[in-house]
């Protein structure tokens, strides 16, 4: 591991503050906004954007190895000691998209633009897995035989055969790919953006 | 004092021990975790209270019950009017019990946890920029939302949130993180002032 110098810790706990600070803020408002069942499709996705790119944006200040993830740890943490209760289903998820997104900026290393939008589509695919690894881990293998016969009876009563709802899966999942993309675009965009903001201020 | 401590490493020893069976156990064994989980959770009552007095931990509770006796198996057994499946329910009520030990141990393991208990952690380990950093990062939370509410002010004055909706995103995103950067560069400033370095 590279030696983190004292600006570099600066930062991360700068990010990891941001990212916290939209988990505790935006995070319970949509919370209360959208009713639970919708969780999955508007809250976990807007929420794992929002993140994405601040972690991302984070990255392009502190040019190490495991910052991203340095960023999620102090997200996660600042999550598990605020009121209103431990939640374990966002801590892990902060965790693995984190260590998701710093697995993709380091493969592709100079190649940015690729690393970026190949870590915000990771990010964001993990946050559509999440919700179902999370029931397994909840309720045991038995969950899965009575989400299948939830599925089928759910698209019995509306009309709606297997092959639609295989094709609404992948329609959400269609969809957090191109929100991962655009995530990863605009952490790359708002990065040099804050940058240059920066430079003309201070000429830094 | 060292009583105390070696105390509460027992209770959270039981208490992963707690987790871990109620990981690997399934059906009928599932009740060992679960008196395990209660006796504990009887030394954090206000905790253990507090997660009861929860909507949402009921619901995930309960909804594998109800969503198995009317799904899972053969519908064999009549309640008023409607026809439940025992063999669903029974299913239903081990995916509750592993629901609840799960939830009530980890709430009672991180009810232990506090922010100076996660500094010291850190720091005891050799990463002394890592505690601090939560530390900070904690502290930060309310000086973030003093600025963006600035930010939102200044936008708003000027009338950019109902000319160009997404462009006052963008701004507001930028001069929130700049903000902030400038607010980190000031503390490394004072810390190299004052000689305090930190490396790892």
């Not at chain 1, 600070?21 to 999955?40: A, K, Q, Y």
């Not at chain 1, 919700?131 to 709606?160: Q, T």
């Not at chain 2, 009928?28 to 959770?41: A, D, E, K, Q, T």
Request: charged letters at 15%.
């Amino acid at each position: 591991m590279k030696k983190y110098q004292t600006r570099d810790w600066v930062y991360i706990w700068l990010f990891g503050a941001l990212w916290g600070g939209i988990e505790l803020s935006l995070g319970t408002i949509l919370h209360v906004i959208f009713p639970p069942l919708v969780n999955t499709f508007f809250t976990g996705l807007i929420m794992a954007s929002a993140g994405c790119i601040i972690a991302l944006t984070g990255r392009s200040f502190i040019q190490k190895p495991w910052s991203i993830v340095l960023i999620g740890i102090i997200t996660a943490l600042l999550k598990l000691v605020s009121p209103g209760g431990v939640k374990l289903g966002p801590v892990v998820a902060i965790l693995m998209e984190s260590l998701l997104m710093e697995a993709a900026v380091s493969l592709f290393g100079q190649r940015l633009r690729t690393g970026y939008i190949t870590a915000g589509i990771l990010a964001l695919i993990w946050n559509f897995i999440h919700r179902f690894v999370m029931l397994r881990i909840l309720f045991g293998k038995n969950v899965v035989e009575v989400a299948v016969m939830m599925a089928k009876s759910g698209g019995k009563l509306l009309g709606i055969d297997e092959k639609r709802l295989i094709a609404i899966i992948l329609i959400l999942l269609v969809v957090r790919v191109a929100a991962g993309t655009v995530s990863g675009f605009a952490a790359l965009k708002l990065g040099a953006e804050i940058r240059k903001r920066l430079e003309l201020k201070y000429g830094a | 004092m060292e009583r105390r401590r070696a105390f509460v490493w027992i209770e959270i020893l039981l208490l992963f021990y707690a987790l871990v069976l109620s990981f690997l156990l399934t059906d009928f064994l599932l009740i060992i975790p679960l008196i395990l989980v209660i006796v504990l959770s009887l030394l954090y009552i206000k905790v253990f209270l507090q997660l009861l007095g929860r909507i949402k931990f009921w619901i995930i509770v309960i909804s594998p019950i109800i969503i198995s006796a009317f799904l899972a198996g053969e519908r064999d057994l009549s309640f008023y009017f409607l026809n439940l499946s025992s063999s669903g329910a029974v299913i239903g009520v081990t995916m509750a019990v592993r629901a609840f030990c799960l939830m009530l141990t980890v709430a009672l393991m991180f009810s232990r946890v506090s922010l100076s208990a996660l500094i010291r952690f850190f720091e005891a380990r050799g990463l002394k920029g890592f505690g601090l950093s939560i530390g900070v990062a904690y502290n930060m939370l309310f000086s973030f939302s003093r600025t963006g509410r600035v930010v939102f002010e200044t936008l708003r004055l000027r009338g950019m949130i109902r000319r160009h909706p997404f462009k006052s995103i963008r701004l507001y995103i930028v001069s929130v993180i700049s903000s902030t950067l400038q607010h980190g560069d000031d503390i490394v400033n004072a810390a190299t002032v004052k000689a305090f370095d930190i490396k790892s």
